[in-house]
């Protein structure tokens, strides 16, 4: 993938979000160049935040099980990419609902 495709849908699957690191992250000899970000669930919303979580550990844990990738590898990520997911992530819980007749 290019360098242009943070935020931009994968052609490979139209519901994930792509983000290509600006630099890539090396884990047990793993080298992430792109990062995927799926659409959550409730289901997803549920199993990733704990009672007693901050904010912060919260949206880690919910970025991290979206990407599917381990936890290691969103803690190496620059902070400008990890912004980059942060804006994908904030963008699923605003959009603005549809209306229906009569509402």
Partial sequence: MND???QAMSS???S???VSLGSPVHLNG???HTL???PPTV???LDAVKPGMSNAEAELALITRLTGVPLEVIRQLLLTDYHRLQEILLG???RTPGTSAGT
């Fill in 16 to 18: 994930l979000y792509a």
């Fill in 43 to 45: 289901g997803d919303q």
């Fill in 92 to 94: 699923f819980f605003s």
């Fill in 30 to 32: 793993a080298t992430y």
């Fill in 36 to 38: 995927h970000l799926r």
């Fill in 4 to 6: 242009d495709s943070s």
């Fill in 12 to 14: 490979a699957d139209p």
